[in-house]
């Protein structure tokens, strides 16, 4: 007689856990079975989250959040006075990286990692600001207005660019070429790889611009993994933030970095301010969309594209060498 076997959930974590710990004990520990371990243990963490939570209730919550957020901000600064750093020509709000040391890459003992992560090094980098979120619609066709910029795509191809309700989403469909050039237009660069990766890590190798947290079971972390099943406007995500206060690093789009793309780079990565290979085939992108795995969140995590090329989930934001002129102090009205 033949018996099914009816495999639950529970079961299903049960016996990965099992085959874990077998493998660890003979030494034999093949990286296809990890990854897959890793990646059944998040779905059935992401499943078991979701269950109670639309994306039109999660959107909800993330702009409550911001909104008291914003609130508890005013009643904290110092005599109603709130100061930002911010670039005159675009209005974005800059983040200060200071100058120091940063671990780079990740180690081989990194769960989820890829080969081109390695090794984790120590790198050194002068001070820089960058933008606290992605370049918006809004931003992007500023450019466009001076006439300093052109849109990659067609608005037949993507409404969404002059489309106001999008005004504050990530600009997409942007080709490396073209999002170097906004940089410039607003007074900066690109960032470089290892900018943006202490940007969004800090000095201590977070594994997540956040810290450690594992974001499969905390949906306001980051727009990934296809949660909301689009892009969000920019900054909503602030329990997400890094550990400089620079937000959307870990979700909504992937961004555009100075950098050709070398897999071995980092085996002789210069220890003070790399530019990355002098030439390459493809330009480094950073950070995760909203329809990426969770392990892209990671903030050592690298992808590649040709840089001629745009996409539905590609976007950007720059990084100035001296913001320290461009200062706006705002005050709120006791009664606000």
Request: glycine residues 6%; charged residues 20%.
């Amino acid at each position: 007689m033949i018996h099914a076997i009816i495999v639950t959930r529970k079961n299903l974590l049960f016996i990965l856990i099992a085959f874990s710990i077998i493998g660890f004990v003979f030494s034999d520990y093949p990286a296809i079975f990890t990854r897959l371990f890793n990646k059944t243990v998040s779905r059935i963490a992401y499943i078991r989250s979701t269950n109670n939570l639309s994306p039109a209730k999660i959107l909800r919550n993330l702009e409550a959040a911001a909104v008291a957020n914003e609130k508890q901000e005013r009643e904290h600064a110092s005599d109603s006075v709130i100061s930002s750093v911010y670039n005159p020509i675009d209005q974005m709000t800059l983040v200060y990286i200071p100058a120091g040391e940063f671990l780079m890459g990740s180690s081989q003992y990194d769960g989820n990692h890829y080969e081109d992560e390695e090794p984790q090094h120590v790198v050194f980098l002068n001070t820089f600001w960058i933008d606290k979120t992605e370049i918006t619609n809004e931003k992007f066709a500023l450019c466009v207005e001076a006439g300093a910029c052109a849109y990659s795509v067609s608005l037949q191809r993507n409404p969404r660019f002059l489309d106001a309700a999008y005004a504050q989403h990530p600009v997409v469909y942007i080709s490396w070429y073209m999002a170097q050039t906004y940089c410039r237009w607003s007074g900066g660069r690109l960032p470089t790889e290892a900018e943006w990766q202490k940007a969004a890590r800090g000095p201590y190798a977070a594994k997540y611009p956040w810290g450690f947290d594992e974001p499969i079971v905390n949906l306001y972390l980051a727009n990934i993994n296809n949660i909301i099943g689009d892009t969000t406007p920019v900054g909503l995500f602030i329990s997400g933030a890094s550990y400089y206060g620079v937000l959307d690093m870990g979700g909504n789009v992937r961004e555009w970095v100075s950098d050709w793309y070398d897999d071995t780079y980092y085996r002789n990565s210069p220890y003070s301010n790399p530019q990355g290979p002098e030439n390459g085939e493809k330009k480094v992108l950073m950070g995760a969309s909203y329809q990426d795995p969770v392990d892209y969140a990671r903030a050592a995590n690298r992808l590649a594209h040709e840089p001629q090329s745009p996409g539905a989930v590609r976007g950007f934001r720059c990084v100035y060498s001296n913001a320290s002129t461009h200062r706006t102090t705002l005050k709120y009205d006791e009664g606000d």
